[in-house]
């Protein structure tokens, strides 16, 4: 064994240490409650015309599945789920995680009061809501 293959080899032995310890970490230590805690917010952006609100979340590899609430409260629009990590092998080697992960949750008051979704569209890694004013 070279000294190059004993590296890649302990390198991707931490990889996958470290892995399992936040799996741990994260079984083991949720909150109490209904909702695990946040772990990242997605950007959003917030457009007005004279009849809705156009609202774009930014949610990279969300399935529409995986959104677990989408909903408005008062003013406030409400958007929650789950991005998990991709893997796509289970030999590969992770040298860099950017994007983020895991439960998310964004709340944005919003500009009009007494909206209603009227259409919701996820498409290329966007949310895209429209709500209709009352």
Same mark, same amino acid.
């Not at 970490?25 to 809705?52: H, I, L, S």
């Given at each position: 064994?070279?000294?190059?293959?004993?590296?890649?080899?302990?390198w991707?032995?931490?990889?996958?240490?470290?892995?399992?310890?936040?799996?741990?970490?994260?079984?083991?230590?949720?909150?109490?409650?209904?909702?695990?805690?946040?772990?990242?917010?997605?950007?959003?952006?917030?457009?007005?015309?004279?009849?809705?609100?156009?609202?774009?979340?930014?949610?990279?590899?969300?399935?529409?599945?995986?959104?677990?609430? #989408?909903?408005? =409260?008062?003013? $406030?629009?409400?958007v929650?789920? @789950? %991005?998990? +990590?991709?893997? /796509?092998?289970?030999?590969? #080697?992770?040298? =860099?995680?950017? $994007?983020?992960?895991?439960?998310? @949750? %964004?709340? +944005?008051t919003? /500009?009009?009061?007494?909206?209603?979704?009227?259409?919701?569209?996820?498409?290329?890694?966007?949310?895209?809501?429209?709500?209709?004013?009352?």
């Amino acid at each position: 064994m070279s000294i190059d293959d004993l590296d890649s080899w302990m390198w991707a032995e931490a990889v996958r240490r470290q892995e399992r310890a936040e799996r741990i970490q994260r079984q083991f230590f949720r909150r109490a409650g209904p909702r695990p805690r946040k772990q990242w917010e997605p950007p959003v952006d917030v457009f007005e015309t004279a009849d809705a609100i156009y609202v774009i979340v930014a949610l990279p590899g969300v399935s529409d599945g995986s959104l677990t609430d #989408l909903e408005i =409260r008062g003013d $406030i629009l409400f958007v929650a789920g @789950e %991005r998990a +990590v991709p893997t /796509p092998l289970d030999d590969a #080697l992770l040298h =860099r995680l950017e $994007i983020p992960h895991g439960h998310f @949750e %964004r709340s +944005v008051t919003l /500009p009009w009061p007494r909206l209603v979704i009227a259409k919701r569209e996820l498409v290329d890694g966007c949310l895209f809501l429209t709500l209709r004013k009352r």
